[in-house]
Every structure is written in C-alpha cells, then in structure tokens.
C-alpha cells in the first residue's frame, strides 16, 4: 500500500485558491522530490500534510497515510502523528533548535511526548540517533548546545529529532538551502542512507532542481498552487513537456551571453594590496593577552575595468569581511586598497572621490531598503557622494527615470514603496541604486542567492548586459559556484582568510589545482551530472516512460506529464 | 508589477487611510474632547471651580445643575474635571515631552557608536537615573524649588529619559546591522544623518506606543505626587489632586473617587488607540493592506 497519497488537495483563504488538485504519492523507501519557486505552495503542500496550515485556510481532498484521512483527524489526534508518524525538517537550522536547551535534550524530547518512557530510556534514544545522523560520542555528548555546532552539524540535530522515533514518513523543508555546498552534499548523503535503512518515505521540498535531481526517485513540478508535470526524475528531467518545466530547467543552468568591452587603461579598477582585517577577541582571563581573530589574511587582488570577477568560499572565509573592507564600511588593519588608482582609506577617512566609482548589491532582496522610502528616494541615495554636484530637481527626476530604466523597471515605479515589489525587482532596484552614480566597479555580494531560479537567470542577464555595456567591472561574492562560472570572467577561491587560487574562470572550473577547490567543485550539485550518473546506473527501460505500460501501473501519480 | 500600482502618497491618501483607521477616528474623539474640555475651562466653567458650597457637599453626579455631582466642600465635579485637565494634561504631555526629545537622542547617539565607552557612559547614566526613586527625587527637586506643576513636570520628565533612552538604543541596535543601512553607509552617509533618516522612521512605531504607555504613566505619577502633597497647589487642582482628596471619602460619597479615576481611565485609553492608530497610518507596509 502507499505510504503515503493526497488525492485532489486543495487549500483555500477566502476567494484565493493556494492549492489545487494537488496528487501526489509516496511510497515507503521513496524519495519524492517537489520542486518549485517562491509561491509555488511546496512549502504549503508539506504544512498541509502535517495538519500545520495557518489559520483561515480551508482544504479539500484527501491526505492518506496508510489509509488513514489525516484532513478528517482531530488536533489532538494530529499531534500524536507529528513527530512519530511524520517528522519534518525546516530550512534554518539556526532557528529550529532551543539555545538554551542541549542537543540531547531536545532529541529526548520528541521521544518522550510521544512514547511514555523514562529520561533514561529517552536518552538512550537520543544517544543512538545521534549516533546514527552521524554526531558520536565523545565529540558530541548530549550536552552539548546548538552554538557549539557548526551549521550542518545542527541541521544534523534537527534531523535527529525528526527521526527519533523512526518516522514512516519525513518531510525535508529546504534542509540544505542554508547551508554551504560541501555541508549540503553530506546532509543530503545522510537524508539518501536514513531513507535507505529505515524504509521510511522521504518528501524533499527545494527549487534546487540538481538537488533532487542527485537522490530524488520522483519528480513533480509545481507551480502556483499546481503540480504541472511529474514522474520518475531521470525520465522527467530527460522528456520534459509543461512549458514552465522547460523553462525552469532552462533557468537553472542559463549561461547569459556576455560580450566585454575590450579592456582600456592599465590603471585596474580595483587594487587590493596585502589587505589584513583582525577582530578582537574576548580575553581569556583577566590579564591574558589580547586575541585577535584573522579573517582576511594578507589578501591582494585587482579587477580590471570591464572585468567580472568572482570570489567564492563558504561561509566564514572572509569572503564578506573582504568586500565590507573594499566598500570602506570596515577598517584594515594592514595594507591598502585604491579604486582607479585613489587610495581608499580607513573607514573613517573614506574619500568621497574614490567612493564614488563603486556601489554595492546585497542579498536580501527584503532587507536591503528602508521600508519608509519612495523608490525615488532609496535609489537617488547615493546622490549624496556627489554633495554639492548632486542633480537638483528634473535633471535628478532624469537620471532616476535613467536607472530605473536601465534595470527593466518603469520611471513610475519610484513614487512607490519597496513592500510593492516582488524580490526579483526588488533585487533591479538594488541595481538601479547601484548604477545611479555611474560607478566603476559593483560588488553583488550575494546578489542573486536568495532569487528563484528563472528570476535569478533574469538578473544574471541584466548584470552581463549592463557590465558589457556600461564597461562595468564586478566583484562577484558568491558561495554558489555555478552562478558564478556563468557570469565571471575570472574567480578568486578564499578559503580561511587567503586567496587559495585564483585564474581564468573556465581553467579553473575545467582544472582545479589547490584540493579546496576540487572539493568545493565535487560537492556543487550538477543537473546534468548527476542526471548521468543516474542513467549509467538505471536499467535502459524505465517503464514510466512507455505510455501502455504506465496505464497499467496502480500508480497514485495520477498527474501526468501536462497536466494543469 | 503593474498590477501593484496605487496613487503615490499624497495627503488625501494619508486623510483617507487615518479615518479607515477605526483605533485612530475614536483615539482622536477622545483626545479632543478631553483637550476641549482644557481649552473651555479658561474661559467657561459651569460653576467657578474653587466656589465652596458646603450645604451642597456629597452631590451625587445629576443632581440639580451639578452634572457629576459635588465634592465634599460642595465643589462642581465637572468644573474641577476641566480645571484639574489642565495640569494632568500639561504634566503628562511635558512629562513625556522632556524624556523623548532628551532620551531617544541619546539612545541613538548610544547605537551609533554602540561597543565603544560613549555608549557604556550613556547607557551606565541612565541606568543611574533609572534606579534612583522617582518619588525620591521629586521630594528632593520641591524641597528645593518649592512644591506645583512645573516642579513635577521636571521631576516626572527626568525619570522618562532612561525609558526612552534604553527603547531607542535597542530598537536601534537592530537595524543597524541591516542591509538598508549599510547601504546608506556605502553612500557615505554619517551616523548622524543615518540616525535621522533611517534609523529614527523605522523606530517611531516602537516609540509611539512608548510615548502613549509614558502620558498614562504621567497622569499617574502626578496623581501620585499630588497624593503626597508635591503636585498642584491649592486652589489650583488635579485630576491625581481629586483622587487624591477623595480617598478618605471613598465609602460616603463613591463617585467623588470614581469621576477622577474613570476620567483618568477614559483619557489613557484615547490616547492609546491615537498611539495604535498612528501607528498603523503611518506605517507605508500597512497602509495598503487596510481598508
């Protein structure tokens, strides 16, 4: 029997359908992936499967698990099947855990609302799924707290919780989207072995198509509130046939077309010369010597106009600090950074002069504007470098319309407020403030990672054709290495503090030398990788794909190919 | 995106969404009507509000032409109301007007320069302030100066710099560490200009509410130094001043203490829902979403 089947789901708040028709199915052992951009309602599909929907919302159809209608369950009989029957793992492991509770705590926890034992024998469980997720004594006792782990290593206690009583269903939530590539490939490592040696049904939610695309064995598309197309994913992946499927595959492994300018001046843009940055560090006793924490370490590069240069490293390798440090939003302690051959200086003492030719992106398309701004006002601020020379009154309107312009915005666009914009035009108008004062060079630190795919393809465009045209130069901070292959002419891999190699984008990606970035490159999940790796493995006919064949499968996935 | 457009703001957009606002249409009501009553009582008052009528004493409220009944010197309830809004409004408003204008100002110089020792010194002296008894020092400031309004105003004032000091520099700290200000740092902007400009709109909303719960706080803290003798001076009075005089009375002639206290009551709840009101209207995220 299947493990798991919805059947007709739909999901309501007032006049507004979020879920329609939902169909899907999971059987014990399987791995279904569901893949779709911000509003696709994946997120909801799983929240409604656990009875979780916020309230005002109303369902239909069914949810059955091992034949049992969860839709028509009490809250109280609900709560008895989430956390044993069902477990669930979020996106942010450094928001799904306690801090004030130990690690071990937490675990015992789940096993004892559900199951009337003892502390002991909750701890004995706590200890052996642990154990199992891969965090052993005597390095991690139950004692221990989540600030004492790294990220993966809470994501693994988060895990931990959900499978302690050995789930027949769990539901991963974005588990890896948080997390930096090689800490990613391990989660998702230990999610493929729990699913293999437990039986238990696996529903991995992502936009990420080459996540799913390495371990998933079922595939379904959605969008808006409908699945648009589902099925085995290597037949899926290889025969798509919705429109938005296409498209999706196409977005994530777009490659914009760029056409630099031929490179003018021997003046680069941007030189960073031995730049060190040190934090202080607590004391350790009274009268211990000061420590300081070195997170740039002696790091030189330099940017040539026109150049798109990308710096990638995981998180916690100064590859921010180093960007803070260029944008003089930070002090150095050693070194010396000039954009166009000025000299910046300390962050105290910025020239105004130097600070002019560069702007910035962040990532947070939500975070990056002063909600209580007109459009018009967050993009004209940097005006204020200009002081006196700043454009008055139509002249100012004019080069506001320009910039909005230029990034695929429309001039009427600035007497409105940020909250009125998706994050992809949010993420245009980050742009336009950046343009807005013709700069040299453009730091995107992180600027497409928080973007769905078919947005983040559209601002890849956006970027390539201004730098083209505008000769602009980028640095390009970025921990997706994908990304940055497809829009950098050159990259610079930190790790630790230093610059560990650096080259030509394409020999570097084809040929890594320093064992860093070989990892970093083994652990980047690739569609068309793992999608191969996956046929080689598969027998040559997958009866999924032979239309007779599959009208005789008793099937759940009654949703085919098209659908919607 | 087209979709989203709405009319840029303007002032009838702002009018329109203050009277959708249900909080702020009755906060307001009230509000001006307890100012009227302030504003009236210097020029008309139903009976003169010091006028003893001991044979009259012990009204109950809608006896005769005493709306809200007499004291127990036969005073007219209502007359002393509006006379007494003068100093409780006048306290409360200066009160708060004293510790926001003084103390948001030194939060925010404190989150600018938040780890180094012009923060601890700015923080440690309002926390000094802070333990300090209030009562204390407003005892200590009318030994000195003579007990009445203006002494009261000062001394409730003092003790409302740390409540916004220690509010603004909070709320600051966390959005100094947002992207938006980052950016406005890139675009060479100083602490200062950033305190004004982006930290200081996004912090009203927490501070509005402060300020409201503060004038409630000051109608009581006048209450309570007329209580003790430092507030109001015959034969000008207080609403505190009333309550007050009344508590020995309380079982003879209930609405003697009951008239203060409801007026009290009603005058912190308008202004409350002005706060609330304010709040939402001014804010751009909710403006849209209200109706």
């Given at each position: 029997m299947t493990l798991l089947s919805i059947r007709n789901l739909t999901l309501h708040i007032g006049d507004a359908n979020i879920l329609r028709d939902i169909d899907l199915g999971v059987e014990a052992g399987e791995i279904l992936g569901i893949i779709g951009e911000s509003g696709s309602g994946k997120s909801m599909t799983a929240l409604a499967i656990m009875g979780l929907v916020p309230e005002g919302f109303s369902s239909g159809g069914q949810i059955l698990l091992d034949g049992e209608d969860l839709l028509k369950k009490s809250e109280a009989e609900l709560c008895g099947i989430r956390g044993d029957a069902i477990g669930m793992v979020f996106q942010e492991p450094m928001t799904a855990l306690n801090p004030t509770k130990t690690i071990g705590d937490q675990v015992a926890e789940t096993v004892m609302v559900h199951r009337r034992t003892g502390r002991r024998a909750a701890n004995r469980i706590a200890r052996e799924t642990l154990d199992r997720v891969g965090l052993t004594e005597p390095q991690f006792p139950l004692g221990k707290f989540p600030h004492e782990l790294s990220g993966g290593q809470r994501q693994r206690v988060v895990i931990a919780m959900a499978i302690a009583l050995r789930p027949r269903l769990l539901i991963a939530d974005e588990p890896t989207t948080a997390l930096d590539v090689t800490t990613q490939a391990q989660i998702l490592a230990l999610l493929k072995r729990l699913v293999d040696e437990d039986g238990m049904g696996l529903i991995l939610i992502t936009h990420d198509l080459a996540v799913v695309a390495g371990i998933a064995d079922r595939i379904a598309i959605m969008r808006l509130g409908e699945i648009v197309e589902t099925g085995p994913t290597v037949g899926l992946f290889r025969n798509l046939q919705h429109p938005y499927s296409q498209m999706l595959f196409k977005a994530s492994s777009h490659q914009p077309a760029r056409n630099p300018p031929a490179v003018t001046g021997s003046v680069p843009v941007l030189a960073v010369d031995g730049v060190v940055r040190d934090y202080p560090l607590p004391r350790r006793s009274l009268f211990g010597a000061k420590r300081q924490f070195r997170a740039v370490d002696g790091v030189s590069l330099s940017i040539a106009r026109g150049e798109n240069v990308g710096l990638v490293g995981e998180s916690g390798c100064g590859k921010s600090t180093l960007a803070r440090a260029i944008l003089s939003l930070e002090p150095v302690q050693a070194g010396s950074i000039a954009l166009d051959g000025e000299p910046l200086q300390g962050s105290a003492g910025a020239s105004f002069a130097a600070r002019r030719k560069l702007s910035v992106v962040f990532q947070d398309p939500y975070g990056s504007f002063n909600p209580r701004h007109t459009v018009e006002r967050l993009v004209a601020e940097p005006f204020f470098l200009l002081g006196l020379g700043a454009p008055q009154g139509a002249e100012r309107r004019r080069r506001i319309d320009r910039a909005l312009t230029e990034v695929g915005l429309v001039p009427a666009d600035a007497d409105k407020y940020v909250h009125e914009f998706s994050g992809g035009q949010r993420q245009r108008i980050a742009i336009a403030r950046a343009l807005i004062i013709e700069p040299s060079l453009i730091v995107l630190d992180e600027a497409v990672s928080a973007l769905d795919v078919s947005i983040r393809a559209q601002i890849l465009d956006l970027l390539a054709e201004l730098s083209d045209r505008l000769q602009l130069s980028y640095l390009f901070i970025s921990h997706d290495l994908h990304v940055v292959r497809t829009i950098t002419d050159r990259v610079l891999v930190m790790q630790a503090g230093k610059i560990v190699e650096a080259g030509d984008t394409a020999t570097i990606f084809a040929n890594p030398q320093h064992p860093y970035t070989r990892q970093l490159l083994a652990a980047t999940p690739n569609l068309e990788m793992a999608l191969a790796a996956r046929e080689a493995a598969l027998p040559p006919v997958d009866p999924f794909l032979n239309p007779a064949a599959k009208q005789n499968l008793p099937s759940p996935l009654r949703g085919g190919p098209g659908r919607g | 995106m087209t979709d989203l457009a709405t009319a840029p703001l303007r002032r009838d957009s702002l009018l329109r969404a203050a009277l959708g606002s249900r909080n702020f249409v009755v906060g307001a009501v009230i509000t001006l009507g307890i100012l009227l009553l302030a504003v009236v009582s210097f020029i008309w008052?139903?009976?003169?509000?010091?006028?003893?009528d001991i044979p009259n004493k012990f009204k109950p409220p809608l006896t005769g032409s005493h709306l809200l009944g007499t004291d127990y010197l036969g005073r007219d309830m209502l007359s002393m109301i509006m006379v007494g809004a003068r100093t409780s409004i006048s306290v409360a408003l200066l009160a708060v007007g004293i510790g926001a204008l003084i103390g948001t100002p030194l939060g925010l110089w404190a989150a600018a320069r938040r780890g180094t020792l012009l923060d601890e010194i700015i923080m440690r002296a309002n926390d000094l302030v802070f333990a300090f008894p209030a009562l204390l020092i407003a005892i200590l400031i009318t030994a000195l100066y003579g007990p009445g309004a203006v002494n009261a105003i000062i001394a409730i004032g003092i003790f409302n710099v740390p409540v916004f000091a220690r509010l603004a520099r909070g709320a600051a700290l966390s959005l100094w560490t947002r992207e938006f200000i980052l950016a406005a740092r890139v675009a060479g902007k100083g602490a200062a200009r950033i305190s004004a400009e982006h930290i200081l709109p996004n912090i009203l909303n927490t501070l509005v509410v402060q300020i409201t719960i503060q004038f409630a706080l000051g109608i009581l803290a006048e209450a309570a130094l007329a209580y003790v003798g430092l507030g109001a001076q015959p034969p000008m009075t207080s609403w505190g001043k009333m309550l007050a005089d009344s508590q020995t009375m309380v079982a003879l002639a209930p609405h003697v203490a009951i008239v203060p206290g409801l007026t009290i009551v009603v005058t912190v709840l308008g202004v409350n829902l002005l706060g609330d009101g304010l709040r939402d209207i001014l804010d751009p995220r909710l403006r849209r979403s209200r109706r």
């Open positions: - | 008052t139903p009976f003169p509000f010091s006028a003893q």
